[in-house]
C-alpha cells in the first residue's frame, strides 16, 4: 500500500500536452531501470548459502551434536509444550468478542506473561542462545508500537516475546497446530494478505491499538514484511507508522548469521538448519532497544516519511544500507491493485 502512494505521488500532475508526455515517458524509462536495480540487488538481499564447512568444525559439531542436539531439542519441546497448553488454558471460555475488544487481565494475562517468559529467554537458552539485552525497554505510554528490523530468521519469532508485543501475522498462522493458541493469547493481529478487506481491517487493528488508553500489549512489527540476508535493510511497510504515534526501534543481531539466516532464496532447508544450531556449542542473539523515534509534525502526517526516517536510524545503528528494495510478490500486488 506504501509502494502504491509513492508512486501515485510521483505521477501527480502527469498528462495533458506534449511537454508532459515527454515528461511521463521520461519517467516510465527511469522507472524500468529502477525496477532493474531493485531487482539485481532482490537477488543478492533474498539469497542466501552456507559457507563450506572446515573439517576441524565438523569435528566439533559431530562431538558437540551427539549431546547437545537431543538433549536442547527434547527441552526447548518440553518448553513449547508447556507454552502451548498454558495459553490453551488462557483461552478456554473465552467470549471471542470481548476477547478482541479488550486485552485480557487476571489469570488470562497470567498465563499469556507465562508464554512471553517460555517462548523468550527460556526457550532460546534451550537452544543454546545466550539472550543479551542493550538499551532500555520504553512503556507503552511512550512508544505504542515497536518496529523491529532486520528480519532475517525463523528464530525472531521469539523477539515478539521478549519485547512483549502483539506482531501482525498471517492468517494461516493462526491455523498451525501447537501456533494458534500461542499467538492468539498473545493477541495476534491475523491479516490475509490476498484479501483488500482482511488488510484494511488490519490496519485499522494497528491504529486503534497504538492510540488506545487500554494496556494492549505493545504491537509489535517486522517493518520490512519478509525475510532477508541482513546486508540491508529493504522498504519498510507503512502499517505500523499509520497512527503517527512514536514507535521504538528494536535490532536483532545473531552471532552466528550464517546458521540463523533464513530467506526464500537457499539450497538448505529447515531441518538442517535447526541440526547444526542445535549442535553449534555457544550462541548470542543481541536485541537493542533503540531510543524512542517521536514523529515531527510532517511524519506524524504522512507514513511514509515516517518510515524512512525510522529506517535510516536503524540502518545507521547495523551499519548498513536502508534500500528502496521490495520483494518482487509486494510490487506485484501493488501493479495489481493500480
Same mark, same amino acid.
Given at each position: 500500500? +506504501? *509502494?502504491?502512494?509513492? #508512486?501515485?505521488?510521483?505521477?501527480?500532475?502527469?498528462?495533458? *500536452?506534449?511537454?508532459?508526455?515527454?515528461?511521463?515517458?521520461?519517467?516510465?524509462?527511469?522507472?524500468?531501470?529502477?525496477?532493474?536495480?531493485?531487482?539485481?540487488?532482490?537477488?543478492?538481499?533474498?539469497?542466501?548459502?552456507?559457507?563450506?564447512?572446515?573439517?576441524? &568444525?565438523?569435528?566439533? =559439531?559431530?562431538?558437540?551434536?551427539?549431546?547437545?542436539?537431543?538433549?536442547?531439542?527434547?527441552?526447548?519441546?518440553?518448553?513449547? =509444550?508447556?507454552?502451548?497448553?498454558?495459553? *490453551?488454558?488462557?483461552?478456554?471460555?473465552? +467470549? !471471542?468478542?470481548?476477547?478482541?475488544?479488550?486485552?485480557?487481565? *487476571?489469570?488470562?494475562? =497470567?498465563?499469556?506473561?507465562?508464554?512471553?517468559?517460555?517462548?523468550?529467554?527460556?526457550?532460546?537458552?534451550?537452544l543454546g542462545f545466550r539472550l543479551k539485552?542493550?538499551?532500555?525497554?520504553?512503556?507503552?505510554? +511512550?512508544?505504542?508500537?515497536?518496529?523491529?528490523?532486520?528480519?532475517?530468521?525463523?528464530?525472531?519469532?521469539?523477539?515478539?516475546?521478549?519485547?512483549?508485543?502483539?506482531?501482525?501475522?498471517?492468517?494461516?498462522?493462526? !491455523?498451525?497446530?501447537?501456533?494458534?493458541?500461542?499467538?492468539?493469547?498473545?493477541?495476534?493481529?491475523?491479516? +490475509?494478505?490476498?484479501? &483488500? #478487506?482482511?488488510?484494511?481491517?488490519?490496519?485499522?487493528?494497528?491504529?486503534?491499538?497504538?492510540?488506545?488508553?487500554?494496556?494492549?500489549? @505493545?504491537?509489535?512489527?517486522?517493518?520490512?514484511?519478509?525475510?532477508?540476508?541482513? #546486508?540491508?535493510?529493504?522498504?519498510? #511497510?507503512?502499517?505500523?507508522?499509520?497512527?503517527?504515534?512514536?514507535?521504538?526501534?528494536?535490532?536483532?543481531?545473531?552471532?552466528?548469521?550464517?546458521?540463523?539466516?533464513?530467506?526464500?532464496?537457499?539450497?538448505?532447508?529447515?531441518?538442517?538448519?535447526?541440526?547444526?544450531?542445535?549442535?553449534?556449542?555457544? @550462541?548470542?542473539?543481541?536485541?537493542?532497544?533503540?531510543?524512542?523515534?517521536?514523529?515531527?509534525?510532517?511524519?506524524?502526517?504522512?507514513?511514509?516519511?515516517f518510515a524512512k526516517a525510522v529506517q535510516?536510524?536503524?540502518?545507521?545503528?547495523?551499519?548498513?544500507?536502508?534500500? &528502496?528494495?521490495?520483494?518482487?510478490?509486494?510490487? !506485484?500486488?501493488?501493479r495489481k491493485e493500480k
Open positions: 500500500m +506504501d *509502494g502504491e502512494e509513492e #508512486q501515485e505521488r510521483d505521477m501527480e500532475g502527469v498528462g495533458g *500536452g506534449h511537454s508532459r508526455v515527454t515528461e511521463s515517458r521520461e519517467e516510465v524509462a527511469s522507472e524500468k531501470v529502477r525496477v532493474r536495480n531493485n531487482n539485481e540487488e532482490e537477488r543478492n538481499l533474498f539469497y542466501h548459502h552456507l559457507p563450506p564447512i572446515s573439517l576441524l &568444525d565438523k569435528s566439533v =559439531l559431530l562431538l558437540a551434536g551427539i549431546f547437545l542436539v537431543p538433549i536442547r531439542f527434547f527441552l526447548a519441546l518440553l518448553v513449547m =509444550l508447556s507454552a502451548w497448553l498454558v495459553s *490453551g488454558l488462557g483461552l478456554m471460555f473465552r +467470549d !471471542k468478542e470481548a476477547f478482541e475488544r479488550r486485552p485480557q487481565g *487476571g489469570w488470562r494475562g =497470567l498465563c499469556r506473561e507465562y508464554m512471553y517468559k517460555a517462548t523468550s529467554s527460556v526457550v532460546l537458552a534451550c539485552i542493550e538499551g532500555e525497554v520504553a512503556s507503552r505510554d +511512550d512508544a505504542p508500537v515497536v518496529i523491529c528490523a532486520p528480519h532475517t530468521s525463523f528464530l525472531d519469532v521469539f523477539v515478539i516475546a521478549v519485547c512483549r508485543g502483539s506482531p501482525v501475522a498471517r492468517i494461516e498462522n493462526s !491455523k498451525t497446530p501447537g501456533m494458534s493458541a500461542i499467538q492468539t493469547v498473545g493477541h495476534t493481529i491475523f491479516v +490475509d494478505r490476498r484479501s &483488500d #478487506q482482511s488488510r484494511h481491517a488490519a490496519l485499522e487493528n494497528i491504529v486503534a491499538r497504538a492510540v488506545s488508553p487500554l494496556s494492549w500489549p @505493545k504491537v509489535f512489527i517486522f517493518a520490512e514484511g519478509t525475510t532477508t540476508n541482513g #546486508q540491508a535493510l529493504i522498504r519498510f #511497510q507503512t502499517g505500523g507508522f499509520q497512527a503517527g504515534r512514536p514507535v521504538q526501534p528494536v535490532t536483532v543481531r545473531y552471532s552466528h548469521p550464517h546458521l540463523t539466516t533464513w530467506t526464500r532464496d537457499q539450497a538448505h532447508g529447515m531441518r538442517w538448519s535447526m541440526l547444526l544450531l542445535l549442535a553449534t556449542p555457544f @550462541k548470542t542473539v543481541t536485541v537493542n532497544f533503540m531510543p524512542v523515534h517521536i514523529p515531527t509534525t510532517e511524519e506524524e502526517t504522512d507514513p511514509i516519511v535510516r536510524e536503524m540502518a545507521l545503528e547495523l551499519g548498513v544500507p536502508a534500500t &528502496d528494495v521490495q520483494r518482487a510478490e509486494f510490487v !506485484k500486488e501493488l
